[in-house]
């Protein structure tokens, strides 16, 4: 994140009234990207990694990051912040059996590296070297690049594309009284060499544009959230892109000021398309592997098993392009694959890094990701989607009797453990005889990711994502999580009604 780097911070309000949002007169004027420093030579990454097998150990590997990134909020027609960063340095990473040793420096010079690398080797018990072999170039798929870089425009023109977000969104109505936007880009190199002997270099850029709106009317308040983010460059925020960020996300705020309060008790739910980020959270973390090697997932020693209804099947899926999740390597040089974990509800397998596969004897999977150089690599989901069905959305909707239809999530609680789970929901519909009638305030969703698995019995032919971040052992990455419209037939709603 931009408060993990080292910056050039410049933090102050500016208001501008009605005229277009401009460089303030605090702002420093264009930030060059730094010079870029020499990675290690051939022989000091071999050295690098034999100091980290010095004493033992199964796999090594050194991961080198420079990382160049913008951030830029605006609040009430202001910009209240702009932050500037770069962020640059190595880790090392040693694997003994069950145990992981860690280090980094910040910083490219090998001494420095080699030094690291001695801290990390520290966990292993063995007066017998680990073997290290010579590295290969890892090809590349090219999945994700920018048409036009992220470092490319001056910060003026990234200020402008705020400013039509922020007019859209107030010209939508008069009861909109708060608009809050969050930018953030940034351009990402990577060099990952493994003791295994693979090398590959990689190029990510990201781009994220979040938009809040609140509106009153008659002393109710409503909230309306849009995220536009991708692996890609300017180019996501091309044409009317702007303008629809801010207008949708009016819109939904001024949607839930009618709003009644959301019943309760059990009934089916129709979530839209795009929810996918309830199955992330209730049922994506207990199929990474590194949970169910710790007995932590209710899907451990399921393979094989009937998990799902037949008509759920998901993959998590890193080679789809300019998707928030996707990449062209992961970070422990395995090149980008689409995972298979439930197929017509038959648990398949699980997403795996090295350390889970060599410990389980499953094959990669590209699941190896971190948050930057000082983190290591653990398991963790890309894309994760639901896949498209045979029924068509508008059908569901209009085969349930009575339910929600629930259109955006809000924060929840889960219990990777257990499936349990708790999700609030920003926008929802009642259902009645088959319409859409009062929207929602207040409405909850309680209950286990394996249940509603098994509770899906319908799915739609549409599909839409959700780009957010994922935090897990206290490191976040960018993800993206997929569904259709589909019917869960039974789930607990707590509403206020």
Same mark, same amino acid.
């Given at each position: 994140?931009?408060?993990?780097?080292?910056?050039? *911070?410049?933090?102050?309000?500016?208001?501008?009234?009605? =005229?277009?949002?401009?460089?303030?007169?605090?702002?420093?004027?264009?930030?060059?990207?730094?010079?870029?420093?020499?990675?290690?030579?051939?022989?000091?990454?071999?050295?690098?990694?034999?100091?980290?097998?010095?004493?033992?150990?199964?796999?090594?590997?050194?991961?080198?990051?420079?990382? %160049?990134?913008? $951030?830029?909020?605006?609040?009430?027609?202001?910009?209240?912040?702009?932050?500037?960063?770069?962020?640059?340095?190595?880790?090392?990473?040693?694997? &003994?059996?069950?145990?992981?040793?860690?280090?980094?420096?910040?910083?490219?010079?090998?001494?420095?590296?080699?030094?690291?690398?001695?801290?990390?080797?520290?966990?292993?018990?063995? +007066?017998?070297?680990?073997?290290?072999?010579?590295?290969?170039?890892?090809?590349?798929?090219?999945?994700?690049?920018?048409?036009?870089?992220?470092?490319?425009?001056?910060?003026?023109?990234?200020?402008?594309?705020?400013?039509?977000?922020?007019?859209?969104?107030?010209?939508? +109505?008069?009861?909109?009284?708060?608009?809050? !936007?969050?930018?953030?880009?940034?351009?990402?190199?990577?060099?990952?060499?493994? +003791?295994?002997?693979?090398?590959? @270099?990689?190029?990510?850029?990201?781009?994220?544009?979040?938009?809040? %709106?609140? &509106?009153?009317?008659?002393?109710?308040?409503?909230?309306?959230?849009?995220?536009?983010?991708?692996?890609?460059?300017?180019? !996501?925020?091309?044409?009317?892109?702007?303008?629809?960020?801010?207008?949708? =996300?009016?819109?939904?705020?001024?949607?839930?000021?009618?709003?009644?309060?959301?019943?309760?008790?059990?009934?089916?739910?129709?979530?839209?398309?795009?929810?996918?980020?309830?199955?992330?959270?209730?049922?994506?973390? /207990?199929?990474?592997?590194?949970?169910?090697?710790?007995?932590?997932?209710?899907?451990?020693?399921?393979?094989?098993?009937?998990?799902?209804?037949?008509?759920?099947?998901?993959?998590?899926?890193?080679?789809?392009?300019?998707?928030?999740?996707?990449? $062209?390597?992961?970070?422990?040089?395995?090149?980008?694959?689409?995972?298979?974990? #439930?197929?017509? /509800?038959?648990?398949?397998?699980?997403?795996?890094?090295?350390?889970?596969?060599?410990?389980?004897? =499953?094959?990669?999977?590209?699941?190896?990701?971190?948050? *930057?150089?000082?983190?290591?690599?653990?398991?963790?989901?890309? $894309?994760?989607?639901?896949?498209?069905?045979?029924?068509?959305?508008?059908?569901?909707?209009?085969?349930?009797?009575?339910?929600?239809?629930?259109?955006?999530?809000?924060?929840?609680?889960?219990?990777?453990?257990?499936?349990?789970?708790?999700?609030?929901?920003?926008?929802?519909?009642? #259902?009645?005889?088959?319409?859409?009638?009062?929207?929602?305030?207040?409405?909850?969703?309680?209950?286990?990711?394996?249940? %509603?698995?098994?509770?899906?019995?319908?799915?739609?032919?549409?599909?839409?994502?959700?780009?957010?971040?994922?935090?897990?052992?206290?490191?976040?990455?960018?993800?993206? @999580?997929?569904?259709?419209?589909?019917?869960?037939?039974?789930?607990?709603?707590?509403?206020? &009604?």
């Amino acid at each position: 994140m931009i408060t993990d780097l080292t910056r050039r *911070s410049f933090v102050k309000g500016l208001g501008l009234g009605a =005229a277009a949002l401009a460089v303030p007169r605090w702002w420093p004027g264009v930030l060059a990207a730094p010079a870029e420093a020499a990675l290690p030579s051939a022989g000091d990454v071999d050295r690098i990694l034999r100091a980290a097998l010095a004493r033992g150990g199964d796999y090594a590997d050194l991961y080198l990051e420079t990382r %160049v990134a913008t $951030n830029i909020r605006v609040a009430g027609g202001e910009v209240a912040s702009m932050e500037y960063g770069v962020l640059q340095g190595g880790g090392v990473r040693t694997v &003994a059996g069950e145990k992981t040793g860690y280090a980094y420096a910040e910083s490219f010079d090998p001494a420095d590296l080699e030094r690291v690398a001695a801290s990390a080797a520290g966990i292993a018990g063995s +007066s017998r070297p680990g073997r290290v072999s010579p590295p290969a170039e890892v090809p590349l798929p090219r999945i994700v690049r920018a048409e036009q870089p992220v470092t490319g425009p001056p910060v003026a023109d990234k200020l402008a594309i705020l400013d039509r977000v922020d007019r859209a969104a107030r010209a939508a +109505s008069p009861q909109v009284t708060q608009v809050v !936007i969050s930018y953030y880009d940034s351009a990402q190199d990577t060099t990952i060499v493994t +003791s295994d002997g693979h090398r590959a @270099s990689d190029s990510l850029p990201v781009i994220y544009l979040r938009v809040e %709106v609140s &509106a009153e009317k008659g002393g109710v308040t409503a909230e309306g959230m849009v995220r536009v983010s991708g692996r890609q460059g300017m180019e !996501i925020l091309a044409g009317d892109v702007p303008e629809r960020a801010g207008r949708e =996300a009016a819109e939904q705020a001024l949607r839930m000021l009618d709003a009644r309060p959301a019943p309760s008790g059990e009934m089916p739910v129709v979530v839209a398309a795009g929810g996918g980020v309830m199955f992330h959270e209730a049922v994506g973390h /207990g199929l990474e592997a590194d949970g169910v090697l710790r007995q932590a997932s209710v899907f451990a020693g399921r393979v094989g098993e009937r998990v799902a209804s037949e008509l759920v099947t998901i993959h998590d899926d890193a080679t789809l392009p300019g998707k928030r999740g996707s990449f $062209n390597v992961d970070d422990e040089a395995t090149t980008a694959r689409d995972t298979l974990l #439930i197929e017509r /509800g038959v648990l398949r397998g699980f997403m795996q890094d090295r350390r889970t596969a060599r410990l389980t004897g =499953a094959g990669l999977t590209a699941n190896g990701r971190r948050e *930057s150089f000082r983190h290591p690599a653990i398991v963790r989901m890309t $894309n994760t989607n639901l896949a498209r069905g045979a029924h068509d959305p508008g059908e569901i909707i209009r085969d349930t009797r009575r339910g929600i239809y629930a259109v955006s999530f809000g924060g929840g609680e889960v219990d990777t453990a257990s499936g349990q789970f708790t999700f609030g929901l920003r926008e929802a519909y009642l #259902i009645e005889d088959g319409r859409l009638t009062a929207p929602l305030r207040g409405a909850i969703l309680v209950g286990s990711g394996p249940a %509603v698995l098994l509770g899906i019995d319908r799915v739609g032919t549409d599909f839409d994502d959700w780009p957010g971040t994922c935090g897990k052992d206290g490191q976040w990455v960018p993800v993206t @999580s997929g569904c259709p419209t589909l019917r869960i037939a039974k789930l607990v709603v707590g509403g206020t &009604a």
